[in-house]
């Protein structure tokens, strides 16, 4: 069964720190995305990759940045975690368009 | 550029009743069209899809969709929603010059009572 896992399900972390989110798929796909999802927003675009070494801003950048050094591994980094960053963070890769995501599981994390 | 519009941010139940959960969009382009279902502390799972063809499309646990071209809908429906059912239910549109990325509405929570 394809997956895509996030190392963490829930995280606590003080304002200031540096936070990193790792994500994996092993469906060999080429396209990763990083969103984040609050009550009534939806989920929003924080950074995308269509291949190694590879990214773009997605709708929402600011505060954080990402990695991308291997195919199936895909990080996102709150440089200075501050309180509004307190979300639920889904990972998802993609093979095509058509195909649409396979989503991980998520990770909540909470700034204190 | 594109966007998705659900139409309402919470749908209560009463289960053996039928649901329609409201999806619009708005593209320049012609679009793929997705429904992803999330249930509680879960990460989003891929319900149903439009591609081409049919505008009828249907998963394995009896949710329906429609794509309406004309009305740029892709409303969800189930003629008997179970308890089950009870979950978030996101749409979402991915157009040709979006590349791979989906563009997701805000959602709709399902919610079926006894």
């Known amino acids: 069964d394809v997956k895509v896992t996030q190392s963490s399900r829930y995280l606590v972390k003080r304002t200031g720190e540096k936070v990193f989110l790792e994500c994996v798929q092993d469906m060999d796909h080429e396209n990763m995305f990083w969103y984040r999802q609050d009550p009534g927003l939806g989920l929003r675009l924080i950074y995308f990759?269509?291949?190694?070494?590879?990214?773009e801003k997605g709708d929402i950048p600011e505060g954080y940045s990402v990695s991308r050094e291997k195919k199936e591994r895909f990080s996102l980094i709150l440089e200075s975690a501050s309180t509004n960053q307190t979300s639920m963070y889904l990972c998802?890769?993609?093979?095509?368009?058509?195909?649409?995501?396979?989503f991980g599981s998520g990770t909540r994390l909470t700034v204190v | 550029a594109q966007s998705v519009t659900q139409l309402d941010s919470q749908v209560p139940v009463f289960e053996e009743a039928p649901v329609e959960l409201r999806c619009n969009y708005s593209s320049s382009v012609s679009v793929y069209l997705f429904w992803y279902v999330q249930y509680p502390n879960q990460g989003l799972q891929l319900l149903l899809k439009?591609?081409?063809?049919?505008?009828l499309v249907e998963s394995i646990n009896g949710f329906e969709a429609e794509f309406n071209k004309s009305q740029t809908s892709f409303h969800l429906r189930k003629p008997s929603v179970h308890i089950s059912d009870t979950a978030e239910y996101f749409c979402?549109?991915?157009?040709?010059?979006?590349?791979?990325?989906?563009?997701f509405g805000q959602g709709t929570e399902l919610s079926v009572k006894p």
């Open positions: 439009y591609l081409s063809g049919s505008t």
């Open positions: 990759s269509y291949d190694v070494k590879m990214k």
């Open positions: 979402a549109v991915s157009g040709g010059n979006q590349g791979g990325k989906l563009i």
């Open positions: 998802a890769s993609s093979l095509s368009r058509a195909n649409g995501y396979t």
